[in-house]
């Protein structure tokens, strides 16, 4: 069955260095991957998809992610995180293979701290 | 361009009673899903409407149902409320190919619905 896992609830980093916020999952054919970010009492606002070609996908406000098929990863990454990234991180994947409904990760909270 | 909308923003009813919510896509997005966060259970999948047939559907009971009108904007309805379907209710709209293809569009999130059973 189709599943994602987002194995940390939270995770903490200072203003200035670099964040990952991590992301595997497990789908029958193609996988169509999503990260998602949710402000507080907001809906979601999409960052970034990979559907096929580069393994680097570049997203909003500086956000990247690579997907790695042989671990079946798609972490979310940024160089250098600001305070104002501090939110609700939603990966997600679209199983083309089997249901194509879109499913999510149960979320990180990212804190980032001056 | 506006974004989706969704409403109401709010709503409080007691058990046993009947919800609607509605939401309005993106302009030119034809496909509408809807979404229940909880913090139990995450964000599940409810149901997708795409040209007015339901194209995909989670796995909720038979009280939660949905429609999408011809100028896409959609409703859903939960009837018989239990207090277990306190939630935010998010709607996402995408531009959606053909039916019966894999979409490979970006779903864009309404605020959502707060719905607060008592």
């Known amino acids: 069955a189709q599943s994602v896992a987002q194995p940390e609830d939270q995770v903490n980093v200072a203003e200035g260095n670099p964040l990952t916020v991590k992301c595997t999952y497990s789908?029958?054919?193609?996988?169509?991957l999503f990260w998602y970010v949710q402000y507080p009492n907001r809906g979601l606002q999409f960052l970034l998809k990979y559907i096929t070609g580069d393994n680097l996908v570049k997203g909003s406000y500086g956000f990247e992610a690579e997907f790695n098929k042989s671990q079946t990863s798609f972490h979310l990454k940024k160089p250098s995180a600001l305070v104002s990234d501090s939110a609700l991180y939603f990966c997600a994947v679209r199983d083309t293979g089997n249901t194509d409904k879109l499913i999510f990760g149960t979320g990180t909270r990212l804190q980032v701290f001056p | 361009k506006a974004g989706v909308t969704q409403t109401p923003r709010y709503l409080i009813k007691t058990r046993g009673q009947q919800v609607t919510l509605s939401c309005s896509p993106i302009s030119g997005h034809r496909s509408v899903s809807w979404y229940q966060q909880t913090p139990g259970q995450g964000l599940q999948f409810l149901f997708e409407?795409?040209?007015?047939?339901?194209?995909n559907k989670g796995n909720f009971p038979g009280r939660f149902s949905g429609r999408q009108f011809s100028n896409s904007r959609s409703e859903m309805n939960v009837s018989t409320l239990e207090l277990g379907d306190s939630a935010l209710y998010l709607c996402?709209?995408?531009?959606?190919?053909?039916?019966?293809?894999?979409?490979?569009?970006?779903?864009?999130f309404g605020p959502g619905t707060r719905l607060t059973v008592l």
């Open positions: 789908v029958s054919g193609n996988p169509y």
């Open positions: 409407y795409f040209s007015e047939t339901q194209r």
């Open positions: 996402a709209s995408s531009t959606s190919g053909t039916s019966g293809r894999v979409s490979t569009d970006t779903q864009y």
